[in-house]
């Protein structure tokens, strides 16, 4: 561990904010930009020696990377803590606008569905991430439930239960278990973990979401996000018959009263599988 990370490190331990989830989730990001400031030149620092340059070397890095603007705008709230605690506010600007950052929209202009191909998963060496991609891409889950889960606790034969500390919020909630890949998945999932989750018992959580990915990263595998879009449009489709907007389907102006209310059930279901408790969020995954 390089002096920066091992003093990022040291200044979250001493500023505990936030549920542990918060904390992990943020001492991971921290790392990650320790090692994206080092790869890019910077070798010399230490936490208190952040200035304008290196948020502007960051935000280049990122948007190289083509994260989403929901990622960089959780990545600057990160990076503004760590200038909070280092008592260098002035470092970064307040207005992510300052930055060319957009407003992120909760309609989707655009499908972000991302499918995961036998060739993303050859490229992927360690079986534990390799399975965590797979439960993301059948499940819909998040990043932190895919590598959190315990398969056999989950496992109700005709539905997946995500137990609340595995998940965003600490809402529990039921998937169906409709599909014979699902199955496959999952009984995978199982034979790797046995009675334990998807985190190798020598790590913690917080180095196994590290690992996973850089192991994405070097897979060339970004925006995993994508995995959950296109559950929900797999869904949808399932649900109502026809594709959704995002993916090419009808509007909603476009729908006959008859059609607005499938689509109203539809959208309420895909919400609760994926973890949301309101249908709005749904146009983010589906747009309208």
């Not at 803590?81 to 202009?109: C, F, H, L, M």
């Amino acid at each position: 561990m390089h002096d920066l990370n091992y003093d990022l490190k040291r200044l979250c331990q001493r500023n505990p904010d936030g549920s542990f989830s918060t904390r992990a989730t943020r001492e991971r990001v921290l790392s990650l930009m320790g090692d994206q400031l080092r790869s890019l030149g910077f070798k010399q620092m230490s936490a208190a020696s952040l200035k304008p340059k290196h948020v502007e070397a960051l935000l280049a890095h990122w948007r190289a990377e083509n994260l989403s603007t929901g990622t960089i705008k959780n990545r600057m709230a990160h990076l503004r803590w760590w200038a909070e605690k280092v008592d260098k506010q002035n470092v970064i600007a307040r207005d992510n606008q300052r930055y060319g950052i957009p407003e992120r929209s909760t309609v989707a202009s655009e499908s972000r569905a991302r499918t995961l191909s036998a060739g993303d998963l050859a490229k992927v060496s360690d079986p534990y991430s390799r399975i965590s991609l797979r439960l993301q891409a059948a499940f819909g889950l998040r990043r932190e439930e895919s590598v959190k889960l315990r398969p056999a606790l989950a496992d109700q034969g005709d539905r997946l239960r995500l137990l609340p500390s595995w998940t965003k919020g600490g809402r529990s909630r039921e998937i169906p278990i409709r599909t014979a890949e699902q199955r496959l998945v999952l009984a995978d999932a199982r034979a790797l973990a046995g009675k334990g989750s998807l985190i190798p018992s020598e790590l913690n959580y917080v180095q196994q979401l590290r690992r996973f990915e850089h192991q994405c990263a070097a897979a060339g595998i970004h925006r995993v996000h994508g995995h959950r879009h296109e559950y929900a449009q797999q869904r949808y489709q399932e649900l109502t018959g026809w594709a959704s907007p995002a993916a090419g389907g009808p509007r909603s102006a476009e729908l006959t009263p008859e059609q607005k209310e499938l689509d109203r059930d539809a959208r309420l279901v895909i919400s609760a599988e994926l973890g949301h408790s309101r249908e709005s969020i749904t146009t983010v995954y589906l747009s309208r």
